[in-house]
C-alpha cells in the first residue's frame, strides 16, 4: 500500500472513529444519568479523561509538538473554556431532552453558520435565507408537541451548546 493510501486510511479511519464517539455521546450520557451521575460530574470526568488520554498521547508519540508559545496558550484556554461552558450546556440540556432529539438539536449549523456569518458582515443570499428559514422549520418540527414545546429549557441550553461549539472551533 502506497504511503498516500495508508495516509488516506488513516484519515478515514479517525473520522469514523470519532463519528461513532459523538453519536454515542448522548446515549452513554442518559446511561450514566440513570446511573445517578448529574451533568456536572459526568462533564468534569469526561474532561479529566479526555485530558489524560490526550497528553498520554501526545508524550508518548508527538512529544516535540508539547512546546507551546503564549499566544497558542491563550487561544488554547479561550477554546478550552467556551468547549467546557458548552459541555455543561450541552450534557445539562441532554438530562432534560430525549437523546436523539439532543443530538439533532447539538447539530443545527446550518442555523449558527448563517447567524455568525451575517454577523460577521457576510452578504446574504436568497438561497442562505431559504436554508435558514428550513433549519427553523426543523427546528420547530423537533421540538414542538402539540400542546407546547418538549421543554423550552432543554432545547435551549442544546443550543446555546451548539452555538458555543460553533464558536470555540471555527
Known amino acids: 500500500m502506497s504511503a498516500k493510501a495508508n495516509h488516506y486510511l488513516r484519515g478515514m479511519s479517525a473520522t469514523l472513529l470519532s463519528t461513532v464517539c459523538a453519536g454515542l455521546a448522548p446515549i452513554l450520557?442518559?446511561?450514566?444519568?440513570?446511573?445517578?451521575?448529574?451533568?456536572?460530574?459526568?462533564?468534569?470526568?469526561?474532561?479529566?479523561?479526555?485530558?489524560?488520554?490526550?497528553?498520554?498521547?501526545?508524550?508518548?508519540f508527538w512529544r516535540r509538538l508539547v512546546s507551546i508559545s503564549g499566544r497558542n496558550l491563550l487561544n488554547?484556554?479561550?477554546?478550552?473554556?467556551?468547549n467546557g461552558v458548552g459541555s455543561l450546556l450541552h450534557y445539562s440540556g441532554l438530562a432534560r431532552v430525549d437523546a436523539l432529539l439532543a443530538h439533532l438539536l447539538y447539530s443545527m449549523y446550518p442555523f449558527w453558520v448563517f447567524i455568525f456569518l451575517s454577523a460577521a458582515g457576510h452578504p446574504i443570499s436568497r438561497l442562505a435565507v431559504l436554508r435558514l428559514g428550513m433549519a427553523l422549520l426543523s427546528l420547530f418540527l423537533l421540538t414542538w408537541k402539540g400542546v407546547g414545546l418538549t421543554d423550552p429549557l432543554g432545547v435551549t441550553l442544546m443550543l446555546s451548546a451548539g452555538a458555543l461549539y460553533y464558536t470555540a472551533f471555527t
Open 29 to 60: 450520557g442518559k446511561l450514566a444519568y440513570q446511573a445517578g451521575v448529574n451533568p456536572m460530574t459526568l462533564v468534569t470526568l469526561r474532561t479529566a479523561l479526555a485530558v489524560g488520554m490526550l497528553w498520554l498521547f501526545y508524550l508518548l
Open 76 to 82: 488554547c484556554v479561550g477554546m478550552g473554556i467556551a
